[in-house]
């Protein structure tokens, strides 16, 4: 289904019944990323949209942010009629929803974050982004989602699971502009560390031990920060643990889902 935002139309599927639960994908795949893991999520209604500029939603004409990310969701809500629902985001999902929380937190009834720290990008990994930036101008997106494929994904993940790789690299088709403006984003994205210590809703936190882009170091900062959060480590799995392993991560999220209803 197709809704409009600003100058963009955005694609989103919905499922199930009960109370809503937005769940939001982390870069550069799409809604599908949760497949695995909705399941565990029987007797819930899920909205899964595809963020500007990722799967079947378009980018849009202005310059991406994740304010313009967070009011993507507000319209999304809008224009299902939903007050207020539980949110789940993985890498990219979560840093619109620490946005969200500063934008709307009157919409949010639980926040579940996966491998999405609240620290903005160091110095050094604002340069690789504009490294990367310039290398997918250059030479095309292919080897950025090839590269990805693997690094996001866990060793241990791998190793069990030879197929998983290409699974995730199977959801990766955004255009270029699509991966330029992104990248240049999550580059300018805010300290969400003070935004932390702020929320007082029930908050889910899940780090991946093999996980080099948001650390359980940098994700325990989150769960101490935070009045009411709960954390726990997948120590096998990677950025992408909640794909990687959705049993594990669908039970930790239903359990927490079902203790604190709206």
């Known amino acids: 289904m197709i809704f409009e935002s600003g100058d963009a139309e955005l694609f989103y599927a919905t499922s199930g019944a009960g109370p809503e639960v937005v769940l939001l994908h982390p870069t550069p795949v799409d809604h599908n990323f949760w497949n695995p893991l909705t399941p565990a999520l029987a007797g819930y209604r899920l909205v899964l949209p595809d963020l500007r500029g990722h799967g079947r939603s378009q ?6 942010s994740m304010g313009v990310l967070a009011q993507d969701v507000v319209r999304l809500l809008d224009t ?26 009157d919409r949010i009834g639980t926040l579940s974050i996966f ?11 604002r340069a690789k982004r504009r490294e990367t930036v310039a290398d997918v101008q250059a030479n095309g997106t292919d ?7 693997q690094s996001l994904v866990g060793a241990s993940a ?9 699974a995730v690299r199977g959801m990766m088709g955004m255009p270029l502009e699509s991966v330029v403006a992104i990248q240049h984003a999550l580059g300018e994205r805010s300290d969400s560390v003070p935004t932390a210590k702020t929320i ?5 936190v899940v780090a991946g031990g093999e996980d080099a882009s948001s650390t359980p170091s940098e994700m325990e900062v989150l769960a101490q920060s935070a009045r009411s959060a709960e ?14 392993q959705p049993q594990v991560a669908g039970a930790k999220l239903r359990k927490f889902l079902d203790r604190h209803p709206l």
């Open 80 to 105: 299902l009629e939903i007050s207020k629902a539980h949110f789940v985001g993985c890498s990219i999902g979560g840093y619109i929803l620490y946005e969200l929380w500063r934008r709307a937190p």
């Open 158 to 166: 791998r190793r069990r699971d030879p197929g998983i790789a290409a």
């Open 200 to 204: 007082t809703v029930p908050m889910l």
């Open 59 to 64: 980018l849009g004409s202005s310059a991406v």
């Open 143 to 149: 080897g950025f989602f090839d590269t990805m494929s």
């Open 231 to 244: 954390y726990h480590l997948i120590a096998d799995g990677g950025h992408f643990a909640a794909f990687e």
């Open 115 to 125: 491998c999405s720290k609240p620290q903005p990008d160091s110095g050094a990994n």
